[in-house]
């Protein structure tokens, strides 16, 4: 998937725009086709790092808490939304990108 990601913390200076592995799913999670994202502050507290002590980053991080699209696919244990479905959301990403999620 085409990202804009950073691999450490740092100001705007280390953003990258990429291509990462689609994350893998857990159960109750739902991949959305992005077609709009803002950055809230939140993002860029979270990519300088003020969050560290608080929560976990998995690096490389892909910004973008807010956002709106159509549901690409889902959990296993997903039953309020299908593949199709518009959608937006405020976004935490709990696992990394093509890997399990954090413990």
Do not use: H, Q
């Not at 994202?37 to 507290?45: C, G, I, L």
């Amino acid at each position: 998937m085409k990202a804009i990601f950073y691999r450490s913390f740092g100001d705007a200076d280390v953003l990258e725009l990429g291509e990462l592995p689609e994350p893998t799913l857990g159960p109750d999670a739902v991949l959305i086709r992005v077609k709009a994202a803002s950055v809230n502050p939140a993002d860029w507290k979270a990519r300088e790092g003020y969050f560290a002590p608080i929560m976990d980053a998995v690096f490389p991080v892909v910004p973008g808490w807010d956002v709106a699209g159509v549901v690409e696919r889902t959990g296993l244990g997903v039953t309020e939304y299908a593949r199709g479905t518009r959608s937006s959301a405020m976004s935490v990403r709990t696992s990394s990108p093509g890997g399990a999620s954090p413990s």
